[in-house]
């Protein structure tokens, strides 16, 4: 049997499908190896979203090409994003490819790596609007938090965005399928579960004729093991008043909500096709945070859209200052072929990307501000390891999420565990990230 090896780029949702291959070759009987190098086939799952992340890609396959070149690989095959949206050009223009995965394809991994070890050029582009088969998974994420993935596709149909022509329309996986795999999570030793999708507030409406997010949420939470869920990502419009009271009466549900918003400017918005106005999310915002005590915020945003000049970036940056959201990540609008924004009007990169710098410059200020705020209080962190150079332990509280927010460093009289639970005292700031030392490691 084969060796094979992996690189998965891109989001959360992507990570699950690469793990989703990782069983089913294992169950096959190839190897899977901790890197490419010495791989018969390498597999990079790839993301195509924006320029940023279609160059990541390129580079990453490229890499495997020279890799190949020196006799240290056999075969490259490309899955995910890219080779949905990309797959003539990849086949013309990379001859180092022998083969790629479309998104519908990721469950026929196995046929597609004995297809390449027989010398054939190898294409699945299937159905990217089928049902979702139930397959398991390998886990590549440490073995106390993991990524629950409850739907794919998405129907937003933002004018910016690519995602509903690579990963089709909103499928809603079933509650018992869910509930089951959480089941096995917890039973793993999963203590933090990250419920993700692309919005995660729609869940349902597909296959119930409702939303039914609440309902899964007060399931998971029945589930002994779990001590945190993490929701990303919520659609502004679609956060309800029993959504918001069972995140603030739920002690599992962490106090951290990722909503994606990426401009304020009603204007802009409706060239977005975004649902809402800034009238509404200035209204959610300040309901949110008035009926979730210590409500940790995390959004996108999107600078030199269509429609943004001086005075429309302004008001974001206005907007910023005014509600300081605790978490921001901002990115230069990237006209993406064949998407309606694309045909618009918009600032040239260049200003576009100084316009995001401005924004990561004034969050940066707001983050300080945050972390100021934190100074003598007490959190939660899940300790994730230990840095001897720093001779420190570091982790995350209900504030951070995994690669993407940073972490908590802290010191401890007593030698810890990954995996669990420490009260830490917050002490001061050091390069952004909060530093503190540990009071009692009997947290559980």
């Known amino acids: 049997m084969a060796k094979i090896g992996f690189v998965s780029l891109g989001c959360a949702k992507n990570q699950v499908n690469t793990e989703q291959m990782i069983y089913l070759l294992q169950q096959a009987g190839h190897e899977v190896l901790p890197d490419v190098d010495g791989a018969d086939v390498a597999i990079v799952n790839t993301c195509g979203f924006i320029d940023s992340a279609k160059s990541e890609a390129i580079d990453n396959i490229l890499a495997l090409g020279q890799l190949k070149a020196e006799g240290r690989i056999r075969k490259i095959l490309v899955a995910g994003c890219l080779s949905q949206r990309y797959q003539e050009q990849i086949l013309e223009e990379m001859p180092e490819v022998d083969g790629i995965l479309g998104c519908g394809s990721y469950f026929s991994v196995v046929p597609a790596v004995e297809q390449v070890l027989k010398e054939q050029k190898t294409v699945y582009l299937e159905d990217i609007d089928a049902s979702i088969p139930e397959v398991p998974r390998t886990l590549t994420t440490p073995e106390y938090y993991a990524f629950l993935k409850i739907a794919e596709g998405c129907d937003n149909h933002c004018s910016y965005c690519v995602i509903p022509s690579l990963r089709g329309h909103y499928r809603s996986r079933t509650m018992e399928d869910l509930l089951e795999e959480a089941e096995g999570l917890a039973a793993a030793g999963v203590r933090e579960l990250i419920v993700v999708a692309q919005?995660?507030?729609?869940?349902?409406?597909?296959?119930?004729?409702?939303?039914?997010?609440?309902?899964?949420?007060?399931?998971?939470?029945?589930?002994?093991?779990?001590?945190?869920?993490?929701?990303?990502?919520?659609?502004?419009?679609?956060?309800?008043?029993?959504?918001?009271?069972?995140?603030?009466?739920?002690?599992?549900?962490?106090?951290?909500?990722?909503?994606?918003?990426?401009?304020?400017?009603?204007?802009?918005?409706?060239?977005?096709?975004?649902?809402?106005?800034?009238?509404?999310?200035?209204?959610?915002?300040?309901?949110?945070?008035?009926?979730?005590?210590?409500?940790?915020?995390?959004?996108?945003?999107?600078?030199?859209?269509?429609?943004?000049?001086?005075?429309?970036?302004?008001?974001?940056?206005?907007?910023?200052?005014?509600?300081?959201?605790?978490?921001?990540?901002?990115?230069?609008?990237?006209?993406?072929?064949?998407?309606?924004?694309?045909?618009?009007?918009?600032?040239?990169?260049?200003?576009?990307?100084?316009?995001?710098?401005?924004?990561?410059?004034?969050?940066?200020?707001?983050?300080?501000?945050?972390?100021?705020?934190?100074?003598?209080?007490?959190?939660?962190?899940?300790?994730?390891?230990?840095?001897?150079?720093?001779?420190?332990?570091?982790?995350?509280?209900?504030?951070?999420?995994?690669?993407?927010?940073?972490?908590?460093?802290?010191?401890?009289?007593?030698?810890?565990?990954?995996?669990?639970?420490?009260?830490?005292?917050?002490?001061?700031?050091?390069?952004?990230?909060?530093?503190?030392?540990?009071?009692?490691?009997?947290?559980?």
């Not at 007060?218 to 869920?229: D, E, M």
């Not at 810890?416 to 005292?425: I, P």
């Open 199 to 444: 919005d995660i507030s729609r869940y349902g409406l597909d296959l119930y004729g409702r939303r039914r997010l609440p309902d899964l949420l007060r399931a998971l939470c029945r589930i002994n093991g779990f001590r945190w869920i993490r929701l990303h990502y919520l659609y502004p419009d679609e956060i309800t008043d029993e959504l918001i009271d069972l995140i603030a009466d739920e002690p599992k549900i962490l106090k951290y909500l990722d909503i994606p918003i990426q401009h304020v400017n009603d204007e802009i918005l409706k060239r977005m096709n975004r649902r809402g106005t800034k009238a509404e999310l200035e209204a959610l915002i300040v309901k949110l945070r008035s009926r979730i005590p210590g409500l940790v915020i995390r959004t996108s945003l999107i600078a030199g859209l269509p429609g943004e000049g001086e005075a429309e970036f302004e008001e974001l940056c206005e907007f910023l200052r005014k509600y300081r959201l605790e978490r921001v990540g901002c990115f230069a609008f990237s006209p993406e072929e064949g998407t309606p924004a694309a045909a618009m009007e918009y600032p040239d990169s260049e200003i576009a990307q100084e316009r995001a710098e401005i924004v990561t410059e004034l969050q940066s200020r707001i983050m300080d501000a945050f972390n100021e705020t934190r100074f003598g209080t007490r959190e939660i962190v899940l300790c994730e390891g230990y840095d001897p150079e720093r001779d420190a332990w570091f982790g995350r509280s209900y504030s951070e999420s995994p690669d993407i927010d940073g972490n908590i460093w802290f010191t401890s009289q007593n030698e810890l565990r990954v995996g669990q639970f420490a009260e830490v005292l917050i002490t001061g700031a050091q390069d952004g990230e909060l530093i503190g030392v540990c009071v009692d490691d009997n947290s559980k």
